[in-house]
């Protein structure tokens, strides 16, 4: 039977909006992981048969498929064809489903899935400037002048009862453990850095504490609980997988990671908009046969603070497997690249580890999320 393997993984690091990544074009940030790829596995580019690339904003210099920009700015063979695929925050987690379904099904033998934004250069935002135009059939089913996923962390905090200092807490958590793991060297082996721009994750904050966060205003509701800190950073990033047959590695003399066990999406509640991830886990283990107690890390993206919160408490995961390494609050959300970034944090973290099972998931707009369990093999 056949199967989907993760050979390597290799994410930039990830930069602050208008800092160091901010002066390199999504196109080439994206060569950049492809050619790490290569580089570190032996691939030959000419044998990738397909590039498929997560992108939110595909606008401005992210507009016109990135991803056979990507290839070509990386110098591949005209023959490496490229699609850029968006489901919002997940895409580049999407595409690592797709690239999965390829191989399974044997339609290609080689695909690299990954994704980038730019936040910097292209705005959030830039592909709808005057707003989401949704329809008045849809704002009138839900009984909402237009849907927001700042108002939705509110709602998801309100429902689960988590105050400010549960969520500033929990902020204060991931920076504290994504210190700790870039100054352990947790995150080298995954790092295509760029030297002389930027070497490791930028928005990590040292020494915070619930008083500095006090100080932070509401940012959706005058006597709200989210504020930026306590909110994923607006980022710029890439990652890429490389992703094939366990015999087709084989072949190539190459040792996979990991397997894609299981790869589920949901839909959820589109005015919340950030529950996705519960009902996606809930797919993702019935399809799987497996328990929650069974797998032993997890990424869930911290899009806001209440999204991983009310996931452990609906799911009764042990917080001590939920994002280890820190999240999104503390290192940032390049949307379309956060899927990639995600998966690469995972599969090196249980082979660092021993860990059999991960899972991954993450909200996305919409009210939609991926789930992902994969096998340290």
Same mark, same amino acid.
């Given at each position: ?18 800092? +160091? ?120 089913? /839900? ?26 807490? /929990?902020?204060? %958590? ?74 087709? +590695? ?31 886990? +809930? ?67 249980? %082979? ?16 939609? +999320? ?8």
């Amino acid at each position: 039977m056949r199967d989907a393997v993760i050979v390597d993984a290799v994410r930039t690091p990830i930069g602050r909006r208008r800092g +160091a990544l901010s002066g390199i074009h999504p196109a080439d940030l994206s060569a950049h992981v492809l050619e790490t790829l290569v580089e570190r596995t032996g691939i030959s580019p000419e044998q990738i048969d397909d590039v498929m690339w997560g992108c939110v904003s595909q606008a401005g210099e992210q507009a016109g498929n990135i991803a056979r920009t990507a290839v070509l700015a990386a110098g591949w063979p005209d023959s490496v064809p490229g699609t850029t695929v968006t489901r919002a925050c997940g895409s580049s987690q999407q595409t690592v489903s797709m690239a999965a379904a390829a191989v399974i099904s044997g339609q290609q033998d080689i695909v690299v899935a990954g994704g980038v934004e730019s936040m910097s250069r292209v705005p959030m935002g830039s592909a709808s400037p005057n707003g989401e135009h949704q329809p008045a059939t849809v704002l009138d089913r /839900y009984g909402v002048e237009r849907f927001s996923q700042g108002i939705g962390a509110e709602t998801m905090a309100q429902k689960w009862s988590l105050g400010r200092t549960a969520l500033d807490e /929990y902020s204060l %958590r991931s920076h504290e453990l994504a210190a700790k793991a870039a100054d352990t060297g947790a995150f080298d082996g995954q790092l295509a850095t760029i030297p002389g721009v930027l070497e490791g994750d930028e928005g990590i904050r040292r020494g915070g504490s619930l008083e500095s966060m006090a100080a932070l205003k509401p940012a959706f509701a005058e006597d709200g609980v989210i504020h930026a800190g306590n909110s994923s950073q607006i980022s710029d990033g890439a990652g890429a997988l490389l992703i094939m047959t366990s015999d087709t +590695a084989a072949e190539h003399g190459l040792t996979p990671i990991a397997r894609i066990h299981t790869a589920v999406v949901a839909g959820d509640d589109p005015v919340i908009m950030l529950t996705g991830p519960i009902a996606a886990t +809930a797919k993702a283990l019935k399809r799987s046969g497996l328990s929650i107690g069974d797998i032993g890390t997890f990424e869930i993206n911290e899009a806001f603070a209440p999204v991983p919160l009310a996931w452990q408490i609906e799911t009764g995961a042990d917080p001590v497997r939920v994002n280890p390494l820190g999240g999104a609050i503390a290192v940032g959300h390049p949307l379309g690249g956060s899927g990639a970034i995600l998966m690469t944090r995972l599969v090196h973290h249980m %082979r660092d580890n021993g860990i059999r099972y991960g899972l991954q998931s993450m909200c996305e707009a919409g009210g939609m +999320a991926n789930a992902t369990i994969v096998e340290l093999i």
